[in-house]
């Protein structure tokens, strides 16, 4: 709502910074946010189920939590912060993805597929600072570090992808 149109008590709801969403929160942390809203602590597992446990990627989907909290979230905190941007299946059964963040970056993760295996890789920065002449990430070298919710972002979109739960988890960027 306009400053215009809120009344003289009423205070702008914070926004999200760029790369943060729901998908960052730990418990604690999920319980905070749902405190400053007035809902009670079992809410906090209620939402932090339907996000990590149950793959929610809107909050009309929590069909459990009151309208007017999951109003207040939406105003907030998205619950995904990243798209994605691209897919591109390989003929070995592995699926490369290109997420789209906040801020315009894309980074990659991959999904490969083992017999019974699910095996997620994912990154922790935009770009490398290793600089393999193979690599198309490091060409530019490290932009930034990804945060909590990118990373995490990263296997619930491959988890999506593979519609079943990762069974391992390769993380990229650390060099």
Not at 9 to 32: H, I, K, M, N, Y
Not at 65 to 80: E, G, K, N, T
Not at 97 to 116: H, S
Not at 147 to 153: K, P
Request: glycine share 10%; hydrophobic share 45%; with cysteine.
């Amino acid at each position: 709502m306009p400053a215009a149109d809120r009344s003289a008590g009423e205070a702008a709801a914070p926004r999200a910074g760029v790369g943060e969403s729901l998908c960052g929160f730990d418990p604690d942390a999920t319980a905070a946010l749902l405190g400053e809203l007035g809902e009670p602590p079992y809410r906090a597992r209620q939402l932090f189920a339907w996000v990590h446990a149950r793959g929610a990627r809107d909050y009309a989907a929590m069909s459990d939590l009151p309208a007017r909290a999951r109003d207040a979230l939406a105003l907030r905190l998205p619950v995904r912060c990243t798209s994605v941007a691209e897919a591109h299946p390989g003929a070995d059964g592995t699926t490369k993805l290109l997420l789209a963040l906040a801020d315009g970056e894309r980074v990659e993760c991959v999904l490969i597929p083992e017999g019974e295996r699910r095996t997620a890789c994912i990154s922790t920065q935009v770009g490398c600072g290793v600089g393999c002449v193979f690599c198309a990430s490091g060409a530019d070298g490290v932009v930034r570090n990804l945060t909590a919710a990118e990373i995490v972002e990263q296997s619930y979109a491959l988890r999506d992808l593979a519609g079943t739960r990762l069974t391992n988890l390769v993380v990229m960027g650390m060099g």
